[in-house]
């Protein structure tokens, strides 16, 4: 078959190629953050020798990333409904790509900083582009598992920088390790090339022929006519502006959004990842190259292993159950997690630090840790952004999608850089109380806001908020058409 030939007569089914293609896009997009983040944790300690830089600036190079991918986030926004998903993608790539560059090759730690800042900016676009393409484009059968892929390589990917990490210790590996996300970017460049933009945009633009080509593309022939029907009426209201987007009628679908990228991270998984060397230091792997394996293997491999039941059953249990047998799990995991910390006396820390055997309270630590990575991975940490992804109109999707992501980059560099401050005041096992009762009140959000997606198209769950609006608000007229559900 060649490139150009389509699906098989009488199976009305899409090329395969377009459907990989779509799969690489959110793959690719994971991949940049996860990658930068496993890797910088092994790097930090050659950066420090190699720039004589304080514990401050080692800080900084670690955490400008996220404050660049605020920003990349909100721009990311703008640009998908500007200059399209696909082309947004490419920038994306671009600044990714400029950014790993510059900071393999840093003279000195002020041109890293401003590396890690631009490499943010592009990882901050593509978790808003690249999401979102795969939402419009994917067939609404596979659309959560297929959003749950850029979590899984979000995670992968963390663990192969991991890895990579414990692999090449000696020398100035760490330059090499950091600028081989260049080839990341790269790909990106290439993949967005072989696929057209979504249905969604080109049909904003007016561009009924190439909407019509790109659901082909990506959906199966006999529903093309009924997709390019409700795209056409879930737009003809025309662009949005921000009044829209803050309305009474999209209030809904927006907190929602929100809410689920605040309790991503409120929930402590940065907090685990942060205190990890601690951690594991308890329940005795006593040298750095100990916690390192540890590290990699009980979070990097853990995570990775149990994003593929999110993968595997997003799409026949639906949301709701995963997210709430996951909040409740990880609840009870950092419940164990607390009170192994409090059960620790500073003793029995400093005997297992110093290489003698784990205490009891060490153990449960351990289990606690790898249990709550475990609920984590199979249900927050990949649906939140299939829900961010797949709850909001067409017309106003790529400003709210930025409103999320932003809300999530903002909140994780908020608890990276407050968590000690919070260790000081609450003490270990106080903060990890914290996160447990985090996770109960995201148990509950689930629980009174979130209704099911599984299986609807993008349309019928706008037009499932239209209904809701419509119910709170029966004195208001309705500014767009409703059509059928």
């Not at 942060?274 to 540890?294: K, R, V």
Request: aromatic share 10%; net charge positive.
């Amino acid at each position: 078959m060649t490139a150009s030939a389509g699906p098989k007569p009488g199976r009305g089914r899409p090329p395969r190629r377009n459907l990989v293609a779509v799969v690489s896009i959110v793959v690719l997009s994971g991949a940049f953050f996860g990658y930068d983040q496993g890797v910088i944790s092994g790097a930090l300690r050659d950066i420090r020798q190699t720039f004589h830089a304080d514990t401050f600036a080692v800080e900084v190079a670690a955490s400008w990333v996220t404050p660049g991918a605020l920003v990349g986030a909100l721009l990311g926004g703008h640009l998908a409904d500007r200059i399209g998903r696909r082309k947004a993608l490419w920038v994306a790539a671009a600044t990714f790509a400029v950014g790993t560059i510059l900071q393999a090759v840093a003279p000195v730690i002020g041109v890293m900083f401003g590396a890690r800042l631009i490499l943010g900016l592009g990882i901050g676009v593509a978790s808003v582009a690249g999401p979102m393409y795969a939402a419009e484009a994917a067939p609404e059968r596979i659309r959560g598992s297929l959003l749950a892929v850029y979590q899984f390589s979000t995670t992968f990917a963390i663990f192969i920088g991991y890895l990579a990490d414990e692999l090449f210790e000696a020398g100035n590996s760490w330059r090499y390790l950091l600028v081989a996300a260049a080839l990341l970017g790269l790909a990106l460049a290439l993949v967005t090339t072989v696929i057209p933009d979504s249905a969604v945009w080109y049909f904003g633009r007016g561009d009924r022929r190439r909407a019509e080509a790109s659901l082909r593309a990506t959906v199966p022939q006999r529903k093309v006519p009924q997709r390019l029907h409700a795209i056409e009426e879930s737009l003809s209201a025309g662009k949005a502006g921000w009044r829209e987007v803050l309305s009474p009628q999209w209030r809904r679908p927006l907190a929602l959004g929100v809410g689920m990228a605040l309790f991503q991270q409120l929930t402590g998984i940065n907090g685990i990842i942060y205190y990890a060397d601690e951690i594991f230091s308890s329940a005795g792997f006593h040298t750095p190259q100990a916690q390192l394996a540890a590290t990699t293997w009980a979070i990097g491999g853990v995570d990775s292993l149990f994003t593929l039941v999110a993968v595997a059953f997003l799409d026949r249990l639906g949301r709701r159950p995963l997210l709430l047998v996951g909040l409740l799990g990880m609840a009870v995991s950092l419940v164990v997690v607390s009170v192994s910390f409090a059960g620790m006396a500073p003793a029995a820390r400093t005997a297992g630090a110093a290489g003698h055997r784990p205490t009891d309270a060490g153990i449960f630590l351990l289990i606690g840790v790898v249990m709550f990575v475990a609920f984590y991975a199979m249900s927050i940490g990949p649906t939140a952004w299939t829900v961010i992804n797949e709850i909001f109109p067409g017309r106003i999707r790529g400003r709210c999608v930025a409103i999320a992501s932003a809300t999530h980059w903002g909140t994780e560099y908020l608890i990276t850089q407050f968590f000690l401050s919070m260790l000081d005041a609450l003490g270990r096992s106080g903060v990890f109380a914290l996160f447990a009762g985090t996770c109960v009140l995201g148990f509950l959000f689930v629980w009174r806001y979130l209704p099911e997606t599984k299986g609807k198209t993008l349309e019928q769950i706008q037009r499932m908020w239209q209904t809701d609006a419509r119910a709170r608000h029966p004195h208001r007229a309705d500014d767009e058409s409703s059509g059928t559900a």
